[in-house]
């Protein structure tokens, strides 16, 4: 998606550790009109499957989740983080690993929002060894649901989560795709 | 906003200790078409005041922060929870005390989107106490910004936050009064 490129390009910062921060416009601004192009851009992506609902973690995955969702016609639904290990007889719950913030939380839907037998989409910012979106299959999974396509904004494909994610099976979706953040200078693939 | 009210009817809960729980479409499950017509009645609301920016907090305001900015055309940031007390140097940071979580957190927002000068419209889900509202509050004006205005989807009116509010003399708007909860009871102010 040349426009999310071009803002990339434009606010993004390359970090040591292969960290890209875009807390202007998606972590903690956000830019609303953007968000909306994203999420239009989502569902043209998966137009023709049948999707029942999307799926995100919080909390910057609710911006592009609800405007997915709106553009969709369907709910959103976000998973819960918590530092601590939750048993909860209510919810589904699995263990997720962040690379960014190098930190283990428990992720929880309430079952009640993840019903059986339903296409989920699940829609996160970022994608980089796959423990968000790999688990949030796990809960649609737990759930007896099916993963109709996981939507990533930034891939950064030189990590292993976009190979994870083909290697289960899922349809993956990402609006741009970063090659390298070597020496911190921005990459996309071709 | 009669739309918001019939949906608390149709799916909200009302739980002893004066909880109300709408989790089907503002809590955890998010009904998007119902975010957008709150997000447009916010910006009606507050029509022909400027607007630079507007504040939320994670998780559950980040939907209608979204709305709501989209339809203003201004910019959403949300401030982040953290359980534990953090200082940092590049951040506006507050205490705040949950009331249906029985919690404190301490919320910050980084400096860098939180620029002086600017008029802040502030969006929350619950207003109860005022503890978020009126921390958030405490965060645009310790940036030398000014609050614009403070916009809530539910109001708990036999709660003090309304009055506090009001007695700080910021503009306040409601989408939905609740008078009481008692017996269970959902009972809408007229």
């Not at 999707?51 to 959103?76: F, M, N, Q």
């Not at 939380?105 to 339903?118: H, M, R």
Request: proline residues 3%; hydrophobic residues 45%; aromatic residues 8%.
């Amino acid at each position: 998606m040349e426009l999310l490129e071009q803002r990339i390009l434009k606010e993004g910062f390359a970090l040591p550790g292969n960290v890209l921060k875009v807390d202007s416009f998606i972590n903690q601004q956000i830019d609303p009109s953007l968000s909306f192009k994203m999420g239009e851009e989502f569902a043209a992506q998966f137009a023709g499957i049948q999707i029942d609902r999307v799926l995100t973690i919080e909390a910057s995955g609710i911006a592009i989740g609800l405007t997915t969702a709106y553009k969709l016609g369907v709910p959103l639904v976000f998973a819960r983080k918590k530092k601590s290990i939750l048993m909860m007889e209510e919810a589904y719950a699995t263990e997720i690993t962040s690379f960014t913030k190098q930190e283990t939380n428990t992720v929880s839907v309430l079952k009640k929002f993840l019903p059986a037998g339903q296409n989920i989409l699940i829609i996160d910012d970022f994608l980089a060894n796959g423990e968000s979106a790999l688990g949030l299959a796990r809960l649609v999974e737990m759930a007896g649901s099916t993963v109709a396509g996981i939507g990533i904004a930034i891939e950064k494909s030189f990590q292993p989560g976009q190979e994870r994610i083909k290697a289960a099976g899922y349809k993956l979706c990402s609006l741009a795709r970063i090659k390298s953040l070597e020496n911190c200078t921005i990459e996309f693939m071709d």
